[in-house]
């Protein structure tokens, strides 16, 4: 049986710390489709942070919400909250979102959309 070791491909969605903090600011969110994927990019107090941007409930989008104090982005059709860190859904009423690692480097700041590969 073949385990699975998730790869990401990085891709570059800020030139600059500065420029990210301009265009999403604090606890502001952001979409963006990255290979064919709507990911909702969030500022909070924590940091930058990623999911996608459907909600798991219904599909809306959650790019489209809020951010709260405990580092959650809500859905703003029925409130559904989900942890910017991992995905998790606060209440477990629905799906987790799927979180994307975020990286900020000295030439801009990164998404990771993961491309899972079988390893032997």
């Known amino acids: 049986m073949a385990e699975t070791?998730?790869?990401?491909?990085?891709?570059k969605v800020f030139d600059s710390l500065q420029e990210a903090k301009t265009t999403v600011p604090l606890r502001k969110l952001h979409k963006f489709?990255?290979?064919?994927?709507?990911?909702?990019?969030?500022?909070?107090?924590?940091?930058f942070f990623a999911v996608d941007d459907t909600c798991p409930h219904l599909g809306y989008s959650l790019s489209r919400g809020t951010t709260n104090y405990l580092n959650e982005v809500i859905c703003p059709w029925h409130s559904y909250r989900y942890d910017l860190s991992s995905g998790?859904?606060?209440e477990y009423r629905t799906r987790n979102a799927v979180a994307h690692p975020v990286e900020i480097r000295t030439n801009g700041i990164y998404i990771g959309i993961s491309s899972p590969t079988a390893t032997r």
């Open 5 to 11: 070791e998730t790869q990401y491909t990085w891709h």
């Open 33 to 47: 489709v990255l290979d064919g994927r709507a990911v909702c990019f969030a500022h909070t107090n924590t940091g």
């Open 88 to 90: 998790r859904e606060c």
